[in-house]
């Protein structure tokens, strides 16, 4: 929720191949550790650098990846090229589990460290820097003042952040649609294998079965179909549609009577995928060039907010009507409930006024000039 944020607003300051490759590398020490040793010492090592590496990574490369396309591609592209990214990253989900599947468990964690590797190998070599970082000052002042100072910018450029979402009704409304859209999902993926196990008793090989399913019809839709279609009814329209194909997802879910249901359940992972890059184009075609940092790293830290509140609701609520003590037999009520967040969420969208990018100056300016009106 923190880290998010700042790094959306350090991307626009001082450049983003430098964020991304911090954030990229960071991914590469955890599964170090487990490619060295898989003692149990190594094991609880390795989980305290992967929450340390979660924290400035998860969601971060996404953030600062749709900034860095947005400096580059025309705002009548970039719904096509954000959904190629995400198209691409399903692909790469596909591919892992493969590989996974067909490698010897003695080389996963070293053929894993040897393509993490390779990819701040290639941003270092090949990618090009969009933003101009600002030029470094020499001055000579204490620790406490740098540190002082430091606060004081980052205090600043958070609150300008907050007030180009807030001032621009499309940022805002795409905030609160991220936020109940990420409230149902994430409850939902945080307790669905054990909604299935416990209900169904599926095991491992149907989980993968579905994982497969999902993430080969992703690909399909959101690199080819995504791209076709967007041109023909806005980002606004596919939004719409991804929501209601994860309402359609929920509800199959929570009230699936047969095993056979969460496979068609699992079918609509397919259309719904499309929200999120339909999400970055919309916020990338309400914010100027130099505060799409700002303006994705906020959004960001809002579905971060979600992301924590929900599974602290859906975890006992799952819990409670799996058991014997439920009020009603409905085993999957805290899914149906989940996807109420996502009819919010849809309401929410189809209300989304799309307007043209302001820069955060005229942002002010426009905030101001009542007050100057009024004098």
Same mark, same amino acid.
């Given at each position: 929720?923190?880290?998010?944020?700042?790094?959306?607003?350090?991307?626009?300051?001082?450049?983003?191949?430098?964020?991304?490759?911090?954030?990229?590398?960071?991914?590469?020490?955890?599964?170090?550790?487990?490619?060295? /040793?898989?003692?149990?010492?190594?094991?609880?090592?390795?989980?305290?650098?992967?929450?340390?590496?979660?924290?400035?990574?998860?969601?971060?490369?996404?953030? #600062?990846?749709?900034?860095?396309?947005?400096?580059?591609?025309?705002?009548?592209?970039?719904?096509?090229?954000?959904?190629?990214?995400?198209?691409?990253?399903?692909?790469?989900?596909?591919?892992?589990?493969?590989?996974?599947?067909?490698?010897?468990?003695?080389? !996963?964690?070293?053929?894993?460290?040897?393509?993490?590797?390779?990819?701040?190998?290639?941003?270092?070599?090949? &990618?090009?820097?969009?933003?101009?970082?600002?030029?470094?000052?020499?001055?000579?002042?204490?620790?406490?003042?740098?540190?002082?100072?430091?606060?004081?910018?980052?205090?600043?450029?958070?609150?300008?952040?907050?007030?180009?979402?807030?001032?621009?009704?499309?940022?805002?409304?795409?905030?609160?649609?991220?936020?109940?859209?990420?409230?149902?999902?994430?409850? !939902?993926?945080?307790?669905?294998?054990?909604?299935?196990?416990?209900?169904?008793?599926?095991?491992?090989?149907?989980?993968?079965? #579905?994982?497969?399913?999902?993430? #080969?019809?992703?690909?399909?839709?959101?690199?080819?179909?995504?791209?076709?279609?967007?041109?023909?009814?806005?980002?606004?329209?596919?939004?719409? !549609?991804?929501?209601?194909?994860?309402?359609?997802?929920?509800?199959?879910?929570?009230?699936?009577?047969?095993?056979?249901?969460?496979?068609?359940?699992?079918?609509?992972?397919?259309?719904?995928? &499309?929200?999120?890059?339909?999400?970055?184009?919309?916020?990338?075609?309400?914010?100027?060039?130099?505060?799409?940092?700002?303006?994705?790293?906020?959004?960001?830290?809002?579905?971060?907010?979600?992301?924590? #509140?929900?599974?602290?609701?859906?975890?006992?609520?799952?819990?409670?009507?799996?058991?014997?003590?439920?009020?009603?037999?409905?085993?999957?009520?805290?899914?149906?409930?989940?996807? !109420?967040?996502?009819?919010?969420?849809?309401?929410?969208?189809?209300?989304?006024?799309?307007?043209? /990018?302001?820069?955060?100056?005229?942002?002010?300016?426009?905030?101001?000039?009542?007050?100057?009106?009024?004098?």
């Amino acid at each position: 929720m923190v880290v998010l944020p700042l790094l959306g607003q350090l991307a626009d300051e001082y450049g983003r191949k430098p964020l991304l490759l911090l954030t990229v590398s960071t991914s590469i020490f955890p599964f170090a550790l487990l490619a060295w /040793n898989r003692s149990r010492e190594f094991v609880y090592a390795y989980y305290v650098l992967r929450t340390i590496s979660y924290i400035i990574s998860q969601g971060s490369i996404f953030c #600062i990846a749709v900034a860095y396309v947005a400096d580059f591609i025309s705002e009548s592209k970039r719904a096509a090229a954000f959904s190629w990214i995400t198209g691409l990253f399903s692909a790469s989900h596909v591919l892992g589990n493969l590989l996974a599947l067909f490698l010897p468990e003695k080389y !996963i964690f070293g053929v894993s460290i040897a393509l993490l590797i390779s990819c701040p190998l290639y941003m270092q070599f090949f &990618l090009v820097e969009t933003a101009e970082p600002p030029p470094k000052t020499e001055q000579d002042s204490s620790c406490l003042s740098k540190t002082i100072q430091v606060l004081q910018k980052r205090y600043k450029s958070m609150r300008d952040a907050a007030r180009i979402v807030v001032s621009s009704p499309t940022l805002r409304g795409i905030s609160f649609v991220s936020f109940f859209y990420e409230l149902g999902m994430s409850g !939902i993926t945080t307790v669905l294998f054990f909604y299935l196990k416990a209900t169904f008793g599926f095991n491992k090989n149907q989980f993968s079965e #579905i994982l497969l399913m999902v993430g #080969i019809g992703s690909i399909v839709s959101q690199i080819l179909v995504l791209p076709i279609i967007n041109p023909f009814v806005g980002e606004k329209v596919i939004l719409c !549609i991804g929501l209601l194909a994860s309402i359609a997802y929920a509800m199959f879910y929570g009230l699936a009577w047969a095993s056979w249901v969460p496979y068609l359940s699992a079918s609509f992972g397919v259309i719904y995928v &499309l929200v999120k890059p339909s999400t970055f184009a919309i916020i990338s075609k309400a914010s100027s060039s130099t505060d799409q940092g700002k303006a994705q790293g906020f959004i960001a830290g809002v579905q971060s907010i979600a992301s924590l #509140i929900s599974p602290i609701a859906m975890t006992p609520l799952t819990s409670w009507f799996l058991s014997n003590d439920a009020p009603f037999n409905c085993k999957g009520f805290s899914i149906v409930v989940a996807s !109420i967040c996502m009819v919010i969420s849809l309401c929410h969208a189809c209300s989304l006024k799309v307007e043209e /990018n302001l820069s955060s100056e005229e942002i002010v300016e426009d905030m101001e000039s009542p007050l100057l009106s009024n004098r």
